[in-house]
């Protein structure tokens, strides 16, 4: 599959700090999603992002579909404990949509009361 | 709500043996994954179906197989299970190949 290059890799900052994460890509994406993955359990999805410069608010979330198609941002605003986990950036080529979605490596992020 | 459960929690079985993971949804979805995860690598795609006995490669498919005989249930098979396969097996579903992904709590098999 096409490689998400997602990062940073790891955060860890205090309650109240906002977080910002990216998933970038030499290709073109039809779709780019993000979703949350809690310990022990499967993801879960936040944000599903379906147009360029589309930008979707899920409460204190905020993601955006890059202009160019090949790139994505999620924002966490005002952060607390339970945003823990890790978040990956999913997409599906724009080239390949007979295909499944394509994964990041994920973003672990820990927060400190 | 779409529900997809995974049979097993977490499993342990021995180098060379068979195992079936199962994985059963309950939307009436055409498509069905199966992903591995391993730390440092994300979810990686071995196999998905897009309708009943259909079946497409995924990524990493080597020493995987997969049967769907209902459209419900999506079952992934080691043929021979070996330690590098020791892993989180997260199985999924959507009405859509591009979006809408709904995925299981997990099978964490440990191959010893």
């Known amino acids: 599959g096409q490689q998400l290059n997602q990062s940073p890799q790891s955060m860890f900052i205090q309650e109240g700090e906002d977080v910002s994460m990216n998933c970038t890509s030499s290709?073109?994406?039809?779709?780019w999603l993000w979703y949350k993955q809690d310990p022990g359990e499967g993801p879960v999805l936040l944000i599903a992002?379906?147009?360029?410069?589309e930008l979707t608010s899920n409460g204190r979330l905020t993601a955006q579909f890059g202009i160019t198609r090949k790139d994505s941002f999620l924002n966490i605003s005002a952060s607390i404990p339970s945003d823990v986990g890790i978040y990956f950036c999913?997409?599906?080529?724009?080239?390949?949509?007979?295909?499944?979605?394509?994964f990041g490596k994920g973003t672990s992020l820990l927060v400190t009361p | 709500d779409v529900k997809v459960t995974q049979s097993s929690r977490y499993l342990v079985k021995r180098t060379g043996e068979k195992v079936f993971l199962e994985c059963v949804q309950d939307?009436?979805?055409?498509?069905m994954f199966w992903y591995r995860q391993d730390p440092g690598l994300g979810l990686r795609l071995i196999y998905f179906?897009?309708?009943?006995?259909?079946?497409e490669k995924g990524d990493i498919p080597e020493g995987y197989s997969v049967s769907r005989e209902k459209k419900e249930r999506f079952s992934l098979i080691l043929e021979s299970a070996s330690t590098n396969q020791t892993s989180m097996y997260l199985c999924?579903?959507?009405?859509?190949?591009?979006?809408?992904?709904?995925f299981g709590s997990g099978t964490r098999l440990t191959v010893v």
């Open positions: 992002l379906y147009k360029a410069g």
């Open positions: 939307m009436d979805h055409e498509n």
């Open positions: 999913a997409g599906q080529l724009a080239s390949n949509s007979g295909y499944a979605l394509n």
């Open positions: 179906s897009y309708d009943v006995k259909m079946k």
């Open positions: 999924a579903s959507s009405l859509y190949l591009g979006y809408g992904y709904t």
């Open positions: 290709s073109i994406f039809n779709t």
